[in-house]
């Protein structure tokens, strides 16, 4: 994990860069989502098309060599937007998705906004655009998870406790064996994001989350395959839970807690 060290004037923005930066050493995701542009490679050739959170504009350029006529690379960060407008075969803009006026008809929007807990990144801003593209790519995902009982050397039940109602990325390297097999939310763009009502089986000290990305009812990637997101614990302390998510100001919070 980075860390600032020291008193910057921008951090969230020097921050959110550096998070943002070890998103390229997962060459697994980058292959999956390319693989998934190719599949779709007829609705970008002769298009108009926008990449939402361009990044380094990978994928950008990739529909750019899948014919793209125009492509639009939208990225908020000022600092990401420095190093994404020396690229000339896209056209860089400077702007939050929900902010971008598009000057003309927009047929596809590329993303990848997902978080570790699927909603908790940037999904929720694609509910919020000045404009309707045809297609979105991807369109789908989900939140699952599972239950496992785990006697930890260090963690142990009393230390636990500490971390009720906390919700945790990686520390333990078992935690990507974990079978997720209980669907919590299910995201589909223009139906937004649907909570289910799901319960946790009783044996198992820890509940692990992960995220799967879908579009058009294929499976794209997921926590599980790809290493650009961690898995998420808690200590398991009851069968329900409460989660929802809240949009502010561009960010969004989740929030969670056991039903008692
Ligand atoms: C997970 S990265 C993905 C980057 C790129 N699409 C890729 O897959 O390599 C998300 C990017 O979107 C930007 N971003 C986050 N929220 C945004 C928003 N509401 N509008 C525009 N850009 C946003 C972030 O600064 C970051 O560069």
New binding site residues.
């Given amino acids: 994990m980075m860390e600032v060290l020291n008193r910057v004037k921008n951090l969230q923005v020097v921050d959110?860069f550096l998070t943002?930066l070890g998103?390229y050493d997962d060459v697994k995701r980058e292959r999956a989502?390319k693989k998934l542009l190719l599949k779709e490679k007829e609705k970008i050739k002769g298009k108009t098309v926008v990449?939402?959170?361009?990044?380094?504009g990978?994928?950008s350029e990739w529909m750019k060599k899948l014919g793209a006529r125009k492509v639009y690379a939208?990225?908020?960060?000022p600092l990401?937007y420095e190093v994404l407008k020396e690229k000339r075969e896209i056209t860089p803009v400077l702007?939050?998705?929900?902010e971008f006026e598009p000057p003309e008809k927009i047929d596809v929007l590329f993303?990848?906004?997902y978080g570790p807990m699927l909603y908790d990144?940037?999904l929720a801003?694609l509910e919020r655009l000045k404009f309707s593209p045809e297609w979105v790519i991807p369109d789908g995902g989900r939140l699952l998870c599972g239950v496992v009982n785990v006697k930890d050397k260090v963690v142990k039940d009393r230390v636990l406790q500490a971390f009720a109602g906390v919700l945790i990325t990686d520390l333990f390297p078992w935690i990507r064996k974990v079978p997720l097999t209980i669907p919590v939310a299910v995201w589909k763009y223009g139906e937004g994001l649907r909570i289910l009502n799901c319960e946790v089986p009783e044996e198992g000290n820890f509940v692990v989350f992960g995220m799967e990305i879908w579009h058009e009812k294929n499976f794209v990637c997921s926590s599980l395959t790809c290493t650009n997101w961690p898995l998420v614990w808690t200590p398991r302390l009851g069968r329900r839970f409460k989660l929802s998510f809240e949009w502010k100001d561009?960010i969004t919070e989740v929030l969670f807690e056991w039903e008692t």
């Avoid at 990449?51 to 380094?56: D, I, K, L, Q, T």
């Avoid at 939208?74 to 960060?77: A, G, L, P, Q, R």
């Fill in positions: 959110e943002f998103i989502l990449e939402a959170g361009a990044g380094f990978i994928f939208v990225e908020s960060n990401v702007s939050t998705i929900e993303h990848e906004f990144e940037s801003a561009g």
